[in-house]
């Protein structure tokens, strides 16, 4: 399984961008996909999770902003990002899984990861 991120750059402050996870050796389309970041200095973080059904949750710091969506037909997951803040600057990390509602923000919960794209928001 590979877990391919990317979208990843500098944007100021009320910016937008766009991640993608490509996904090989892996269906997107029958499995939740996640996508965490991780802050210099800090814990690892689940920021948005989708179901195989299609519904959807966030953490409450990015709910209303972030959109996790997926393209069956390209096996690629996407995390659209609008008024970004500076709080949002981390890496972000896509992994795939169907863990139990409870814990999809935990990290523990999946075993596949990305390499992580760098999201940096400065002015």
């Known amino acids: 399984v590979q877990l391919q991120a990317s979208g990843g750059g500098l944007v100021q402050p009320g910016g937008s961008l766009r991640l993608s996870c490509a996904a090989s050796?892996?269906?997107?389309?029958?499995?939740?996909v996640s996508w965490f970041r991780q802050a210099p200095g800090k814990e690892r973080e689940g920021v948005a999770h989708r179901r195989s059904s299609g519904q959807t949750w966030y953490a409450d710091s990015v709910k209303g902003r972030f959109t996790v969506s997926r393209d069956n037909a390209l096996n690629t997951a996407y995390l659209e990002m609008n008024r970004l803040e500076v709080d949002d600057t981390a890496t972000y990390y896509c992994t795939v899984g169907r863990p139990i509602l409870s814990s999809w923000r935990d990290p523990r919960s999946y075993t596949y990861w990305g390499q992580g794209t760098l999201v940096t928001v400065s002015s």
């Open positions: 050796g892996v269906s997107l389309s029958p499995t939740g």
